[in-house]
């Protein structure tokens, strides 16, 4: 095999220690928790605000896996202005943001549920969102909680003097 060939093969190594960190594992939390909120407000019909939580889910998704598969191949340092020395402070203010859009949609889906809640009555036939509202609503909780774990992690690491997101 060509060296060129062999060093193109080496490139796409997975960092296993990201993988196996406590920051690896709450990406993976955020990106399954993230897909079962935009799964539960798309399987279900919405309208206004919810629109609002629609977004948030769908861009904090997208970026937390983009933000997840750029570390674990270790392609940090390609991403122009937030890459090297910057990723962790990138990493930071991404899981903050993210914190702060997710409460603010939790509080969208509390107010959207208690707004339906006289449907979640046995003698009531209609169609009901209460239901799906409500677990839109925890997943809210759980997704701003992940992604303030991850903002708070990394404040302490950079706060420690640290460039990376996990210790090599």
């Not at 948030?56 to 933000?67: E, M, Q």
């Not at 509390?110 to 839109?136: D, G, M, P, V, W």
């Amino acid at each position: 095999m060509p060296p060129e060939q062999q060093r193109q093969r080496s490139s796409l190594r997975v960092n296993r220690v990201f993988l196996k960190s406590f920051i690896g594992v709450l990406r993976l939390l955020q990106i399954l928790l993230g897909a079962v909120l935009w799964a539960t407000i798309a399987a279900n019909k919405y309208e206004g605000s919810v629109h609002f939580v629609l977004f948030v889910s769908v861009f904090f998704w997208l970026l937390t896996l983009a933000l997840y598969v750029l570390t674990l191949l270790d392609k940090q340092d390609l991403v122009p202005l937030l890459g090297g020395d910057r990723w962790l402070l990138s990493n930071t203010v991404h899981d903050l943001l993210a914190t702060v859009l997710y409460f603010a949609a939790l509080g969208i889906m509390i107010y959207k549920t208690q707004k339906n809640s006289f449907c979640n009555l046995e003698q009531y036939r209609h169609h009901c969102l209460y239901k799906a509202y409500l677990s839109a609503s925890v997943f809210s909780g759980l997704c701003a909680a992940t992604y303030l774990l991850s903002g708070i992690y990394g404040s302490c690491r950079k706060c420690l003097g640290e460039q990376t997101l996990v210790a090599t």
